[in-house]
């Protein structure tokens, strides 16, 4: 304790000493240092509604996504329960890893308010020789059979999200919206000779209410961050769906107007749908990263410190 109230005197007699040589420092010593400081403070400041990416009206982005896949369906007759669940990846040969096109539009009501548009696509095919028996739609495809197979799927979202947190350089809110998904899948048996061939698919609209949270940050004059997840289980006439999604991105201004984003995005799907003659059954996940470009114009939406 005495150590302690030693060293607790001696620090004070220090720092006493260090004021008294500060005060000491003539005026015109003093003066063009903090000259000199303010204008590195002036260098790093700038005006956060002004930037020219930041808060615009509307924004416009394009780029590529790197999904990794997982995907399991069913699709039988409504009238047995014969059909068998297939992993698309193990069962039928499609590849996990695939390359797809995205694109975003996004227009700023007001302050607080935003109206975002998104569109996604993606198309894959694969042909094996079958390891077991499988039973999908009206046909049964014996083990050994080669078979090709196709699933086509098309997203479209439109979500309204409002700011409950709206400073210059940070928002946070609430969004709520639906995908919409148009889904295409079905297989082939490839004939031998003059053996016939046949094909069954199945496809389904499928609409899906979501809400979420959403959160926009500037981390500097160039840099930018945006982030969101959205969730919901709902059944809606012969649908019954849930949707699980979420983004992270990370923004760099290059010129102007002109950005690139780099991200990570992650959206996992379970339907169950009922048509006039077949059931299906889809769990879908895929996340990977996404690179995109991105365009901003029209005016500045004004922030407010207060």
Avoid: C
Avoid at 70 to 97: H, Y
Avoid at 122 to 149: C, M, P, Q, V
Avoid at 240 to 249: E, K, P, V
């Amino acid at each position: 304790m005495k150590k302690l109230f030693s060293l607790l005197v001696i620090s004070l007699f220090w720092f006493s000493a260090q004021a008294q040589t500060t005060a000491e420092i003539p005026a015109e010593t003093t003066l063009p240092t903090l000259q000199n400081n303010n204008n590195l403070e002036d260098l790093q400041d700038y005006d956060v509604n002004e930037l020219p990416w930041h808060a615009r009206r509307f924004k416009f982005t394009a780029g590529a996504f790197f999904p990794l896949n997982n995907t399991q369906v069913q699709v039988g007759r409504n009238s047995t329960d014969t059909a068998t669940e297939i992993d698309l990846e193990d069962d039928l040969g499609f590849s996990k890893s695939s390359v797809s096109f995205l694109s975003t539009f996004e227009w700023r009501i007001s302050r607080r308010s935003r109206l975002g548009f998104e569109y996604f696509n993606l198309d894959r095919n694969s042909s094996k020789t079958l390891e077991r028996d499988i039973t999908f739609g009206d046909h049964t495809y014996n083990i050994d059979a080669r078979i090709t197979a196709f699933f086509n799927v098309q997203i479209a979202r439109i979500a309204y999200g409002y700011a409950f947190l709206s400073k210059p350089k940070y928002e946070a809110g609430l969004l709520i919206g639906s995908h919409v998904m148009f889904v295409d899948l079905g297989l082939r048996l490839e004939g031998e000779g003059q053996s016939v061939e046949y094909r069954d698919s199945f496809n389904f609209t499928a609409p899906l209410p979501d809400v979420g949270v959403w959160g926009e940050f500037v981390l500097g004059e160039r840099f930018g961050l945006y982030v969101n997840a959205n969730y919901l289980a709902v059944k809606i006439d012969n649908i019954d769906g849930r949707i699980l999604s979420y983004n992270l991105s990370l923004l760099y201004n290059v010129h102007k107007n002109f950005s690139l984003t780099a991200g990570y995005t992650g959206l996992n799907f379970k339907i169950d749908t009922v048509r006039e003659r077949l059931n299906g059954y889809l769990k879908w996940g895929y996340n990977g990263p996404t690179l995109t470009a991105a365009y901003t114009f029209g005016n500045h939406v004004k922030l407010y410190k207060h």
